[in-house]
C-alpha cells in the first residue's frame, strides 16, 4: 500500500515510535514502519530502502539509543540523499553525533523530553500534514511547510543593479579593456578597467568561496522509470530567491524585501522562482536551502518540495522559518543558499533590522 511517511527508530524506542505511527495514521496519513511493513520472506534491507524510497517525509525517533545505531545513521543517510523531507523528534536531551550530527545540525528538531508526549506527538503530526500538503489542525514549530500556489510575478530588478550570472563553475563578468589576473593558485582571470579594484574583489571572493547573490542558474533533472526502462530529462532554470515576511498562514499580497524589522518579524519566506519547459506529467523536486548567520554559522535548513503540473511552465516554491509572534529573529544579516542535490541553484542575502 502506497505511503507518505518512513519512521525510524531504535528498537529502544519502540513504544514512542508506535504512538507516531498510530497518531499519524489516525489522521488518514500512511506510514512505513519495520518490521511491520516487512512482509515474510522479503530481503530486510531491500525493504527498507523501498519503504524509504516511497516516503516524503522521513520521521526520525532521535534518543541516545539512535545516536548509537548503525542502521538509523544509514536510514537517515538513505533518506537526505532521496530528498525525503526531514523530520527528527527528540525525546532525549541529548546531541547528534559522527555521521548524524552532518546531516541533522541545520535541521530544525521537535523536542519532546516529558514523559507525556501527547503534546509534541500532536505538533509531529501537525508539522507532517504541512509538509504533505494538508491542513494542519496545529500551527507547526518547525520550518517544515507545505508549497502552495505560486506568489504573485517577482518584482522587477533595478537597471542600475548589476546582474551577476553564475553557474557551479564560473562568474561572468562584462568588462571593457581586458587585463589578465594571475591568482595565487595559478589561474588566470580576464578583468577590465579598474583592474586593482576588482583584483581585490575577485581575490576576495576565490578566497572566501563565493558569497555574493546566485540567479539565473539551469539545472537538469532526470529520473528513470520504475522499470529501468526510459528516462526522464528536463532542464530548469531557477531565476532568482526572494524574501516575504508574513504569518504562519501567510496571506496575499506578498511584500518582497530584503530588509527586516526585528521587531515585527515573525516568518521569513523564502521564494524560488523556476522557469521550464512543460514536463508533460506531475514532477516532484526537492530543494534544500540553508540559512546562514553573518559569521557563517547555520542557522536553519528549509526543505522546499516543487510539486509540478504536466502543462506548468513558469512556478514557485516558499518555505519559512520563524515563529507565529514577533521576536524569533536577532538582528544581523543573514545568507540563503538554495541547492538542488550538490548543485547551487541560488543564493541570496536579507537584513533584520
Known amino acids: 500500500m502506497p505511503h507518505d511517511v518512513f519512521v525510524s527508530y531504535s528498537t529502544r524506542d519502540t513504544d514512542t515510535a508506535l504512538a507516531i505511527v498510530t497518531a499519524l495514521e489516525s489522521t488518514g496519513i500512511k506510514c512505513w514502519i519495520a518490521p511491520r511493513d516487512i512482509k515474510g520472506g522479503d530481503v530486510w534491507a531491500q525493504s527498507i530502502m523501498n519503504g524509504i524510497g516511497g516516503a516524503r517525509v522521513f520521521v526520525l525517533v532521535f534518543s541516545g539509543y539512535a545516536n548509537r545505531s548503525t542502521h538509523v545513521a544509514n536510514e537517515l543517510d538513505v533518506a537526505m540523499t532521496k530528498g525525503a523531507v526531514i523530520v527528527p523528534f527528540r525525546v532525549e536531551d541529548t546531541l547528534p553525533e559522527g555521521g548524524m550530527a552532518l546531516h541533522l545540525r541545520t535541521i530544525q528538531w521537535l523536542d519532546a523530553f516529558l514523559p507525556d508526549r501527547a503534546g509534541p506527538i500532536a505538533t509531529l503530526v501537525a508539522t507532517v500534514r504541512t509538509a504533505l500538503g494538508q491542513p494542519a489542525p496545529l500551527p507547526p514549530q518547525t520550518e517544515f511547510g507545505k508549497v502552495t500556489t505560486p506568489p504573485p510575478a517577482k518584482p522587477p530588478v533595478s537597471k542600475t543593479r548589476k546582474v551577476i550570472e553564475s553557474t557551479d563553475s564560473a562568474f561572468h563578468f562584462k568588462l571593457p579593456k581586458a587585463?589578465?589576473?594571475?591568482?595565487?593558485k595559478g589561474r588566470k582571470y580576464l578583468l577590465g578597467g579598474g583592474g586593482a579594484l576588482l583584483a581585490v574583489l575577485v581575490i576576495g571572493?576565490?578566497?572566501?568561496?563565493?558569497?555574493?547573490?546566485?540567479?539565473?542558474?539551469?539545472?537538469?533533472?532526470?529520473?528513470?522509470?520504475?522499470?529501468?526502462?526510459?528516462?526522464?530529462?528536463?532542464?530548469?532554470?531557477?531565476?532568482?530567491?526572494?524574501?516575504?515576511?508574513?504569518?504562519?498562514?501567510?496571506?496575499?499580497?506578498?511584500n518582497y524585501s530584503t530588509r527586516f524589522l526585528a521587531t515585527q518579524t515573525r516568518y521569513v519566506y523564502?521564494?524560488?522562482?523556476?522557469?521550464?519547459?512543460?514536463?508533460?506529467?506531475?514532477?516532484?523536486?526537492?530543494?534544500?536551502?540553508?540559512?546562514?548567520?553573518?559569521?557563517?554559522?547555520?542557522?536553519?535548513?528549509?526543505?522546499?518540495?516543487?510539486?509540478?503540473?504536466?502543462?506548468?511552465?513558469?512556478?514557485?516554491?516558499?518555505?519559512?522559518?520563524?515563529?507565529?509572534?514577533a521576536g524569533t529573529w536577532q538582528q544581523g544579516t543573514y545568507r540563503v543558499e538554495c541547492r538542488y542535490g550538490q548543485k547551487v541553484i541560488g543564493r541570496r542575502s536579507f537584513e533584520v533590522l
Not at 587585463?179 to 595565487?184: G, I
Request: with cysteine; net charge neutral; hydrophobic share 40%.
Open 205 to 254: 571572493w576565490l578566497a572566501f568561496g563565493g558569497h555574493g547573490d546566485v540567479k539565473n542558474v539551469g539545472f537538469e533533472v532526470s529520473e528513470r522509470s520504475s522499470g529501468g526502462g526510459s528516462q526522464f530529462r528536463q532542464t530548469f532554470r531557477a531565476d532568482s530567491i526572494s524574501f516575504y515576511e508574513n504569518a504562519y498562514q501567510p496571506v496575499l499580497p506578498f
Open 270 to 325: 523564502v521564494v524560488v522562482f523556476l522557469t521550464h519547459e512543460t514536463p508533460g506529467r506531475n514532477l516532484i523536486i526537492p530543494f534544500n536551502c540553508t540559512v546562514d548567520r553573518g559569521d557563517g554559522s547555520a542557522l536553519t535548513s528549509l526543505s522546499i518540495i516543487a510539486r509540478l503540473e504536466p502543462n506548468s511552465r513558469n512556478s514557485a516554491w516558499r518555505m519559512g522559518w520563524g515563529n507565529t509572534n
Open 179 to 184: 587585463v589578465f589576473l594571475l591568482t595565487p
